[in-house]
């Protein structure tokens, strides 16, 4: 059976669907988002712009690294590495601590150029072979695979799902490593930027950070609306990062409880058929859809979501920051939990948002 | 006719571009000749056609901004590609494990009354074959959307994956007879 599986599988028909190639395009002229572990915002379709125009457009928004160097040559206190401010890791860069400590294995030197330690994350900055991610034309061959800090005390800090390859940010120091005792950062694999192995060995390098401390933020009381219970269970927060762990629980949970109790089967409609034509790209056969009834299930799904369960920042200026990591999990005894990590805007009254239908105040010292 | 790029690379010939690989490569390109298989492994390496979508989207867009990596005389255009699109999916598993699970959920609450009747005399359909697929575990489907879908060879798909061609070869056949005890297990395929 094994060959005529294999012919199946080369002979699958899965159509490019109509549009994505427009809208990879699109995207690629925007500046580059930030990660997103909550929403992953998806540009609309532009059916009339022609593939060419966006690449022309794409000529002058693929640079958005030197600017970001620009802007922090303009940064007191930024000079030790332009470049180092990262949407993803939200660092503010007069928080970094220069450090210098250097390892070479299997043919590669790692070396530690700085870092930045509060209550909620550790970021590490690495060159490797000399060369820093924020050089576009002349980018490093590799980054940080797999890679752990240990403090003398044995306490092991992993890497956090959020980090860049070459900003690796770890859980938050603890006790007397925290307070500038010694750290070991052990990187055991550097992945290659181009095809190939993985890189492993053993870069070892110590150093010593002082962590800043939690800031004291009070966890906002819980607050109930049209039946249903919000309530921040936890607060973190250092000068740049609010990291928060929440649950709800009544009335929407069991509406959402509800809805994804009787899932239409998640089958493929054969017949449907999209035309091809200008500006909606290549269709190649039939195209590939989910049946109505699960599209349609899926949608509200989200839409339930996104009112109800995604949280959101707004910050004292009213600018609406949404979580770089985070998410949410299916109900589960009742409840609905899950967590976000955002970055601040500095000091201030901030409002959290579930959806579009609570809201709590939350001071930032 | 599609405009040329004006943020084409202009390689240089010389002795070692690699075998194959244009010497210029543009957006415009990339689209047309890779597009198409692009999706097809995120078909295939996805849960569902919303991510798929999303993943084939977010790798293309990917590609689209770092054309100006891709060096002829340091490999094929499938190389430097496949390891993009290999990166966005697994940035893809990380940033959204909780959907996963949610989705998985979803998919153990499925009435067992909703899977689609087998074709006659065992044939398998597309769409049964797909949802079979994307029924195995992370790795596996990597290994036969990278196969299948992006229609690479052993070399490339280790590659790809961060491991030689005969491992590659190795794990896409235990990744298949994977795929088939699940088809026999659900009627979809006949034992040999």
Known sequence: MTSS?????????????????????????????????????????????????????????????????RLLAD?????????????????????????????????????????????VRTLLFVEIDGKSYSDVNDPPRFSVGAATITDRNGNVY?????????????????????????????????????????VRGDWTMRFTLVAEPLLDVRVPAAIVTSGTTYEVVSVRASREVLDLHWRATGEAVAQFTALIADPPAMTLDPTTETPGGAGGGPVLGRPITVTPEFQAYSDRIHAFMREHFEVSLVAPSGETLHPFSGGSGAPKDGAVEGDATLLLRGPGRYFVRFGTVAEMSIDIP | MMQQASNAIEVPERLGVA?????????????????????????????????????????LERAIRRIESFDARRGSVDAWLWRIVVNAAADAGRVRKRRWLLLAKLER????????????????????????????????????????????????????????????????????????????????????
């Not at chain 1, 028909?13 to 998806?42: C, F, W």
């Not at chain 2, 299948?148 to 005969?166: Q, S």
């Open chain 1, 75 to 119: 940064v007191p206190g930024a000079r030790i590495v332009p470049g180092w401010l990262d949407p993803r890791t939200g660092l503010v860069p007069q928080t970094a601590t220069p450090l210098n400590a250097s390892a070479t294995s299997a043919g590669h030197e790692v070396r530690l150029i700085g870092g930045s330690a509060d209550g």
């Open chain 1, 5 to 69: 599986l294999e012919e199946r599988l080369f002979a699958l028909e899965l159509p490019l669907p109509k549009g994505l190639v427009l809208r990879a395009a699109a995207a690629a002229t925007q500046p580059a988002r930030r990660a997103s572990g909550v929403a992953v915002v998806r540009p609309v379709a532009i059916g009339a712009l022609s593939l060419g125009a966006f690449v022309g457009i794409n000529a002058v928004a693929g640079h958005v690294w030197p600017a970001y160097g």
């Open chain 2, 19 to 59: 075998e194959g690989a244009p010497a210029v490569l543009t957006a415009a390109e990339l689209c047309d000749g890779y597009a198409a298989r692009v999706y097809r492994f995120a078909a295939m390496v996805s849960r569902g056609s919303a991510e798929a979508e999303d993943l084939a989207q977010d790798a």
């Open chain 2, 109 to 192: 609450t499925r009435d067992p009354g909703d899977e689609i009747t087998p074709r006659i005399d065992g044939a398998i359909g597309d769409d049964d074959l797909l949802e079979a697929v994307r029924r195995l575990g992370q790795r596996d489907r990597a290994l036969i959307a990278l196969r299948f879908g992006g229609d690479l060879d052993y070399a490339a798909v280790g590659a790809a994956l961060g491991m030689t061609g005969a491992a590659a070869g190795v794990a896409l056949r235990r990744a298949l007879a994977r795929l088939r005890r699940d088809l026999e297990s659900t009627g979809h395929g006949r034992k040999t």
């Open chain 1, 158 to 198: 992993k890497q956090l799902p959020y980090g860049h390859n070459f900003i690796p940010a770890f859980e938050p120091l603890r006790g007397a490593a925290a307070d500038g005792g010694p750290l070991t950062l052990h990187i055991t694999e550097l992945l290659p930027a181009e095809p190939g192995d993985p």
